[in-house]
């Protein structure tokens, strides 16, 4: 009978912690100049113009477990756009998991660049140009975060992996709880072509649409000390999270293969080899790079 209960209590435990859903409204709420986000039936469409960008955010903080959203980009001219979909954690030592995809003049592909803060700093940024138009349909963006890696899927195909290297002294991002966010505003100073090519106000509004809102995490309420979301938000006994199993902690067969296929394909800068950057590669890298030549 004890044990029974203890079960029923651990299934109670997951069910209430875990958030997965389709609408905007129950999961986020707009950020800033809110007349620049408007709803239209299932679909959320934000909008760049001379004026303003903007924005919106989760309603709640999540340790672990897989964010989507699928994003149509601004059509024809974005150049100088940036649209970004992130995790972040707040205060100087905050983490932060970035998509950032980089508008471009018409006919010219977009870039797509992620990012990973550790500690407050970044510097870990790679970019790679899509096999597809992700201005022409939605495609589905998703940042997995677990105890043991991070995965940024396109389409559900990883494009980046930020593994857990703790054993060799490397922190990683794990002990605070984040909120997930999306903007998008004028970046011409840097975004297209280095900067060189600016935002044509005559092409604006720059609209990206969002549907499929998808969080499936554990969720940490605010009022919650952050050693009790840890604890709460960890699979421990009978309490498993999908996430935490072991099959998550690293990329199936199949996968190490797309993104092999990615990196080779795809990938038009990656932090690892900007020698002119960093002359000493980043520790990360070392250990990255020699987990792929093995692969
Ligand atoms: C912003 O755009 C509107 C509409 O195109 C235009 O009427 C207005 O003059 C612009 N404002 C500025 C400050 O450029
Ligand atoms: C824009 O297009 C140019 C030319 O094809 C390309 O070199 C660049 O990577 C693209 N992306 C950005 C963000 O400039």
């Known amino acids: 009978m004890v044990s029974f209960s203890c079960v029923f209590l651990d299934i109670f435990v997951m069910m209430v912690a875990v958030v997965s859903s389709a609408k905007f409204e129950e999961l986020y709420q707009p950020s800033w100049a809110l007349d620049h986000l408007t709803t239209e039936g ?15 955010q989760s309603k709640s903080k999540y340790m672990f477990g897989k964010v989507t959203v699928q994003i149509k980009l601004v ?3 974005s150049a100088g756009t940036v649209t970004a979909f992130y995790m972040s954690s707040e205060g100087p030592t905050h983490n932060e998991f970035d998509f950032e995809f980089l508008g471009n003049t018409t006919g010219e592909p977009y870039t797509v660049q992620t990012n990973v803060y550790v500690n407050g700093v970044g510097n870990r940024e790679q970019r790679l140009n899509l096999w597809f138009d992700p201005s022409k349909d939605f495609h589905s963006y998703s940042i997995l975060w677990n105890q043991r890696q991070v995965v940024f899927l396109v389409d559900e195909t990883p494009v980046r992996v930020h593994s857990n290297l703790e054993h060799k002294g490397i922190p990683f991002p794990k002990d605070q709880p984040m909120g997930v966010y999306s903007s998008i505003w004028n970046a011409d100073d840097w975004a297209t072509q280095g900067g060189l090519v600016k935002t044509d106000w005559s092409h604006a509004p720059f609209v ?32 498993r999270y999908w996430w935490d199993e072991p099959v998550m902690s690293e990329l199936s067969l199949h996968q190490s293969h797309q993104l092999i296929w990615v990196r080779a394909n795809h990938m038009v800068y990656d932090y ?19 987990k792929t030549t093995r692969t």
């Not at 299932?42 to 919106?56: A, H, W």
């Not at 809102?213 to 919650?224: R, W």
Request: charged share 25%; hydrophobic share 25%; net charge negative.
């Open 42 to 56: 299932e679909i959320l469409r934000m909008k760049l113009d001379n004026q303003s960008g903007t924005g919106f």
């Open 208 to 239: 990206a649409s969002y549907k499929g809102f998808e969080i499936d995490g554990c969720e940490c309420p605010a009022t919650v000390a952050t050693a009790e979301n840890t604890r709460h938000c960890s699979s421990s006994g009978a309490k």
């Open 75 to 77: 059509e024809g001219d």
């Open 272 to 290: 690892c080899t900007d020698t002119a950057r960093f002359p000493v590669a980043p520790v990360e890298c070392q250990h990255h790079q020699h």
